[in-house]
């Protein structure tokens, strides 16, 4: 399975965390969906799938929290027969960033992903780069950027 990553600086925290976690897909993207890292999915359109899902589901959630007056979730858990899904959110110095995982359950546990989601929120939080200002986004960049994140993921 390949890990590929847009930011650098996301790579070697993802690496160490699939590897100790026994993870089977894993995305690090931001809050709004946009991958800064993967590892385990072979299509784009399954990437993109995933991190839209990802980041609408920690949204909705953050949101019945703040209805109910609570603090966010801190995690999410969805387990099925054969597979678990975990998705949590990490403070950094890039803003806040969402993980989801998945794991075959004769592999991994729920416990094991907890434990080393812990390590990797650590190595997000201390790698991530300091805030810079943020450039303007235009129109005519935008597909360039994309089609760039893409080959990067994908090593087109």
């Known amino acids: 399975m390949t890990t590929r990553a847009v930011e650098p600086w996301t790579l070697e925290p993802m690496v160490g965390f699939v590897q100790e976690a026994g993870a089977r897909l894993v995305l690090v993207m931001t809050s709004a969906g946009q991958v800064l890292a993967q590892h385990g999915f072979s299509r784009a359109m399954d990437v993109m799938s995933a991190a839209a899902l990802g980041a ?3 949204a909705s959630t953050d949101e019945i929290a703040r209805q109910l007056d609570q603090p966010p979730f801190a995690a999410l858990n ?11 959110a990490v403070p950094t110095n890039r803003g806040r960033l969402v993980v989801l995982v998945v794991y075959d359950l004769d592999v991994s546990s729920l ?3 907890q434990l080393f989601f812990g390590q990797l929120a650590a190595d997000l939080r201390a790698a991530s780069p300091k805030p810079e200002v943020p450039k303007q986004v235009l129109a005519a960049d935008f597909e360039r950027d ?8 994908f090593g087109r």
């Not at 994309?146 to 993921?153: D, F, Q």
């Open 56 to 58: 609408a589901i920690m």
């Open 146 to 153: 994309l089609g760039n994140s893409l080959n990067a993921l």
């Open 111 to 113: 416990g094991l992903v």
């Open 78 to 88: 969805h387990q099925g027969e054969r597979h678990g899904i975990f998705l949590a």
